[in-house]
């Protein structure tokens, strides 16, 4: 998908990962919750929610931002928003993982792989695919070691 770079809530976005990148994790975070302060429509919603939902430091609170960051995807009116959802969903089956609820873990899996053909084939498609499969795997593991 791609981004206007020239966006307000982007361009913060955009900084808040270059301080993340140096290790500047609590003023990232700091504009990534301005981008959400600020945000003034759906598309500005879903990008500040996905960037908050990184560093949270529980998986309550991540799975918050990151179901936050889908609903608000889920609204904006445009086909190419389809190749965010595999990403969405694995945040959202990882952080129910994490938390052992391998139901819904299981089921956000299979719905990421499900919109997994929107996704580009170029490194980032190939890796979010992968951490699909992945868990899926990880998934079917559970199951075979818990049958009775």
Known sequence: MQFDSSN????LCANGMEL?????????????????DEAANDFEKFISAHYVARNQSNNVEKLKWDETALSFALKVN???MKESYPSLYLNIAKCYEEMND???ARKNYQTALSFSDFLHNNGYG?????????????????ERNHQY
């Open 78 to 80: 445009d086909d190419n």
């Open 8 to 11: 307000h809530i982007v361009k």
């Open 20 to 36: 993340e990148g140096k290790g500047e994790i609590a003023e990232a975070n700091s504009l990534f919750l301005k981008a959400w």
């Open 102 to 104: 391998i139901n819904n």
């Open 126 to 142: 190939r890796m979010i695919k992968s951490g699909i499969m992945k868990g899926i795997e990880r998934m079917t593991q559970h």
